[in-house]
């Protein structure tokens, strides 16, 4: 019975739950090879493979997570049903999560028996991508939730991921270092990237809690018209 309910989730999640990250990955992994195979040498492929990983896989995700918040043609129901609308939500969500583990743990493993360093070793490697993925959902999910919209959650996703892209020196001085995204591969995994790391998962859970505590509110439901 659980496992019939994780996969109609699945299903209901849609496609893109499913193929949003590893067709990132994948994109990725294929412009490395290209780039390798011109003869750029060992380090731009690595770097791209990196940045792949920490870049490019959590913005998929991210904007695959919003949609999951806001596609629901019948929320009004969930009222009246036994599971809470949000535990729907989580579970759809969860499905995101488990794919993406999947598939970042394999790129992961395939890069190494390659010879390619993707970050520091060992269960800190992890790091690399679940908290710059948990800190983009985390916002996009709570920026879903409080306006609604697709178009406002998804450009804000967009405008942080490039801003954060653009003025990278910016965010990597201590202020700002916390929610920057690209600390390995722009500065290494070096001083300050655990700080930058539990930076990153701290402020993905208080994105996450936010999320919660407005999905928790029934008018969120009775009230919402989809943009």
């Known amino acids: 019975m659980r496992l019939t309910i994780w996969l109609h989730e699945a299903r209901r999640a849609g496609p893109a739950a499913l193929l949003a990250p590893p067709a990132a990955l994948l994109l990725t992994a294929a412009i490395a090879t290209f780039v390798q195979v011109s003869g750029a040498g060992h380090e731009q492929p690595e770097l791209l493979l990196l940045a792949g990983l920490e870049a490019v896989a959590p913005l998929a995700v991210a904007m695959v997570a919003l949609t999951i918040v806001l596609r629901e043609g019948c929320r009004e129901l969930h009222l009246s049903l036994p599971t809470p609308h949000l535990t729907t939500i989580g579970r759809r969500l969860g499905v995101l999560g488990a794919s993406t583990a999947g598939c970042c743990l394999i790129y992961s493993a395939v890069a190494a028996l390659a010879g390619y360093q993707l970050g520091p070793g060992g269960a800190a490697a992890l790091l690399v991508w679940v908290a710059p993925a948990l800190w983009l959902t985390g916002f996009a999910v709570l920026v879903a939730a409080v306006t609604r919209s697709a178009v406002l959650a998804s450009s804000a996703v967009a405008?942080?991921?490039?801003?954060?892209?653009?003025?990278?020196?910016?965010?990597?001085?201590?202020?700002?270092?916390?929610m920057f995204l690209f600390f390995t591969s722009r500065v290494g995994d070096g001083p300050g990237w655990a700080g930058n790391r539990i930076g990153l998962l701290a402020g993905g859970l208080v994105f996450l809690a936010g999320t919660v505590a407005v999905l928790l509110k029934p008018e969120r439901l009775l009230t919402e018209e989809d943009a």
Do not use: M, Y
Request: aromatic share 16%; no cysteine; proline share 15%.
């Open 159 to 178: 405008l942080v991921w490039l801003a954060e892209q653009v003025w990278a020196t910016a965010f990597v001085s201590p202020p700002l270092r916390p």
